[in-house]
């Protein structure tokens, strides 16, 4: 069966440090690739998406990269944090029939 | 056009009872509609989903209603219990795309 893990859980960082996140998916091959931000209490943005190793489609213009360096490991970057990019973060991977299946997510805090 | 427009907000249903979400699309190429359950502090979980060639899913307490002609589909909540209590996303996306086009969430609490 697929598994999709994420880490952090959890992180506190201040305003204009680094940020890496990562995402790994077990059990499926060459899955599409996202990642998401929810706000407090708010909706699911889309941040990222990947359909292959190297291939990333940037939905919102922002401080964030995000980059695909082995199949099924998707990593969110930022080279300085904003007080704005604190929320939950999603990782999420596409199944062969449209379906998305989400991790456990990260809740970043930027201070 | 890509938006999906979901209601209400919120609900509150006493145990036992039905809990009715809708959400209604403009874009005539999606077809495929998922409903996602998210509890506080994780990760929205995949429920039920539908595709256009059906008018009605279930999956235990849980049905989907699809209205193709006034592009609308509904999530019912039979029997609502407590541990229902969470926040509901509708979704809608067409074939090649890649992307989802969530509502913005009911909160449901269901009271004991």
């Known amino acids: 069966s697929q598994t999709i893990h994420q880490w952090p859980a959890t992180l506190v960082q201040p305003v204009g440090s680094p940020l890496s996140l990562e995402c790994t998916v077990e059990?499926?091959?060459?899955?599409?690739l996202y990642w998401y931000r929810q706000a407090a209490g708010r909706g699911l943005q889309l941040l990222f998406y990947s359909v292959g190793i190297g291939q990333i489609s940037s939905e919102v213009p922002q401080n964030l990269s995000a980059s695909r360096p082995q199949d099924r490991q998707f990593i969110l970057s930022s080279k300085k944090l904003l007080l704005s990019d604190s929320g939950f973060y999603l990782c999420a991977w596409g199944g062969l029939f449209n379906e998305q299946f989400f991790g456990p997510g990260t809740r970043l805090t930027v201070l | 056009q890509q938006q999906v427009k979901q209601s209400p907000q919120s609900l509150i249903v006493q145990k036992g009872g039905i809990s009715i979400i809708n959400c209604a699309y403009e874009?005539?190429?999606?077809?495929?509609f998922p409903w996602y359950q998210q509890f506080p502090g994780k990760g929205p979980a995949l429920l039920i989903a539908?595709?256009?060639?059906?008018s009605e899913k279930k999956e235990g307490r849980f049905t989907i209603s699809f209205n193709k002609s006034a592009k609308q589909f509904s999530l019912h909540i039979m029997d609502s219990q407590p541990g229902d209590s969470a926040t509901y996303f509708c979704?809608?996306?067409?074939?090649?795309?890649?992307?989802?086009?969530f509502g913005t969430g009911t909160r449901l609490k269901v009271l004991a």
């Open positions: 539908i595709r256009p060639d059906v």
């Open positions: 059990g499926t091959s060459n899955p599409n």
């Open positions: 979704a809608a996306t067409a074939s090649g795309t890649y992307k989802y086009i």
């Open positions: 874009n005539t190429a999606f077809d495929y």
